[in-house]
């Protein structure tokens, strides 16, 4: 499993934040429910230092998953 951390609240335009247990959480749902590969988890990661921003939306725009695995995420997101 990749070893991350993240802050989660929404600031005002959207933005998400996570606290590191719901980012562990998310890793995890990405890894074990949707099948990301912790290669892909890297590379979107690494384009986030670059270029800040949510990391549903870096793996998304980076083809590294679906638009039905970025449904699938943001439905998760609204249940924790």
Known sequence: MVNLFMTIHTRPGGELQMSPSTYSRLIHFLQEDLSISAASLA???????????????????YGLITMEQLEQIYDWLETV
């Open 43 to 61: 590379v979107a990661l690494r384009h986030r230092e670059q270029d800040p921003g949510p990391l549903p939306m870096i793996l998304w725009q």
